[in-house]
């Protein structure tokens, strides 16, 4: 079965390239340019990952992985955190995010660390 991704950034080149990268290894991909519906938005798309951005505009992509984990039926989800931000390690591992990606990653990169987070 098609392994399914969300993935929460607003800028759209970012998701449209992640997208393509990710629909040619099979997976399933939803992209999302903001996380205000969080919660709704993954009880309707039922992923097996989420790709979040640190810096989604209003709530904020740490924000938006707290609200998770206060719901038992997604916080069992992995998130991998991404951002260009210096802290980005620091932060996924303050939050408990899965993992994380410093911006600007390579594909290789980003293929490898779903792999491990979805075959894990």
């Known amino acids: 079965?098609?392994?399914?991704?969300?993935?929460?950034?607003?800028?759209?080149e970012i998701l449209?390239?992640?997208?393509?990268?990710?629909?040619n290894e099979n997976y399933h991909v939803?992209?999302?340019?903001?996380?205000?519906?969080?919660?709704?938005?993954i009880n309707t798309v039922k992923p097996d990952i989420i790709l979040m951005d640190l810096w989604i505009p209003k709530i904020g992509g740490e924000n938006a992985i707290k609200l998770m984990q206060e719901h038992d039926e997604?916080?069992?989800?992995?998130?991998?955190?991404?951002?260009?931000?210096?802290?980005?390690?620091k932060v996924s591992k303050r939050i408990n995010a899965?993992?994380?990606?410093?911006?600007?990653?390579?594909?290789?990169?980003?293929?490898?660390t779903i792999e491990s987070q979805i075959a894990g």
């Open 74 to 89: 997604i916080k069992k989800i992995p998130v991998i955190l991404f951002s260009a931000n210096d802290e980005i390690e």
């Open 16 to 23: 449209t390239v992640c997208k393509v990268i990710l629909d």
């Open 1 to 12: 079965m098609q392994k399914c991704i969300l993935i929460y950034d607003d800028d759209l």
């Open 98 to 112: 899965n993992g994380f990606l410093k911006k600007p990653f390579d594909i290789l990169e980003l293929k490898e």
């Open 30 to 41: 939803e992209t999302i340019a903001n996380c205000e519906n969080i919660i709704h938005d």
